[in-house]
Nanobody, 114 residues
């Protein structure tokens, strides 16, 4: 059974930082591209950051230089370090594993507010 479990979300003030984690089980983690998506109320889900099996990364323009995606294949975990958070980063953040099939986590809420 495949499971992706996100953690690390919460309430943070503008300018603050959070680190999201996504622990995977039931898949051969190292071969999967891992992705972070987010969905704000009333908006479509958008791809925020991705990391290939070889470690190449990509980011949506709005988070470049603020967010960093990384992976630890020994721990079957992908991370999203989020710095200089803005109110517009408020959303539910989802982890996705993508190879022959795509799997989703349940999401974790990130709220940026003063």
């Amino acid at each position: 059974q495949v499971q992706l479990v996100e953690s690390g979300g919460g309430l943070v003030q503008p300018g603050g930082s959070l680190r999201l984690s996504c622990a995977a089980s039931g898949i051969t983690f190292r071969v999967y591209a891992m992705e972070w998506y987010r969905q704000a109320p009333g908006k479509q889900r958008e791809l925020v950051a991705s990391i290939t099996s070889r470690g190449s990364t990509n980011y949506v323009d709005s988070v470049k230089a603020r967010f960093t995606i990384s992976r630890d294949n020994a721990k079957n975990t992908v991370y999203l370090q989020m710095n200089s958070l803005k109110t517009e980063d408020t959303a539910v953040y989802y982890c996705s594993a993508n190879w022959a099939q795509r799997y989703w986590g349940q999401g974790t809420q990130v709220t940026v507010s003063s």
